[in-house]
């Protein structure tokens, strides 16, 4: 199973609201995150983890690296501590209160020695007001393995995932999101079709951070053991720029 972060430089910076400036402007940031779970569209990984991050932007065009503590399975099906690395590029901008973005994101677990779960997407992000939309195109898979042994890899590439969220800013510095999403593995993968959705509850703290308190639910997969059991989390990240 892949794992990825549910949150990237793209979506940061449309829920920033980015401005091309009228002068080319280059920044750098950093963002540390601890939190009680993973979960990256729908799927936990069901463990605490640790993450990081470094983001370059110029004039709307961005370059960034984020990293996370992970588990993955291997051959015998036992899943293994190890991390993930997601380097992302791509170009967001904003007029009046649209906002897009158009990335591209490989990710790659380098601990991973026996089944390689590496891939690239192509990453379509809007925005409007209180409304955002996404679509993420995988156009490069390395997962590919013939798992049911009928001389075929199976391979996660030409999968779709879309989803459409509301985000609405509360008193005291609270804002509430909800997102629903659906993944299209299409017909060459053994991962079965599922829809999902999210409810994020964040806590502004200034200086000290954001707090986020999540409930997530997706439909279950019975091939692969994944259930359908509501996920709460609770996570804390802080970006430095």
């Known amino acids: ?126 925005s409007y007001g209180f409304a955002n939309l996404e679509v993420d195109y995988n156009f490069y898979d390395d997962a590919g393995v ?10 996660e590439k030409g999968s779709l995932y879309y989803a459409a969220g509301v985000t609405f800013d509360l008193v005291q510095d609270f804002k509430f999101k909800l997102t629903v999403g659906h993944y299209d593995y299409g017909g060459d993968s053994l991962l079965r079709d599922y829809s999902h959705a999210r409810i994020d509850l964040v806590k502004s703290t200034g200086d000290f951070g954001d707090v986020t308190f999540s409930v997530s639910k997706r439909e279950e997969d019975v091939y692969f053991g994944i259930d359908d059991d509501v996920r709460v989390l609770v996570a804390w990240s802080k970006a430095f720029y």
């Open 1 to 126: 199973m892949k794992y990825r972060s549910s949150t990237s430089l793209v979506a940061g910076l449309l829920a920033a609201g980015l401005a091309v400036p009228a002068h080319a402007e280059t920044t750098v940031g950093t963002n540390i995150g601890v939190a009680s779970n993973h979960i990256f569209r729908g799927t936990a990984s069901d463990i605490a983890v640790v993450s990081g991050g470094i983001d370059l932007n110029h004039d709307g065009l961005f370059l960034g690296l984020w990293t996370v503590t992970t588990k993955f399975a291997d051959l015998t099906g036992e899943r293994n501590y190890g991390y993930e690395l997601d380097v992302y590029t791509g170009y967001a901008g904003k007029a009046g209160e649209f906002g897009y973005s158009v990335g591209v994101t490989n990710t790659t677990y380098p601990m991973d020695d026996e089944l390689s779960y590496d891939y690239t997407e192509l990453n379509l992000k809007a």
């Open 146 to 155: 013939d798992v049911n042994g009928d001389g075929d890899d199976e391979t």
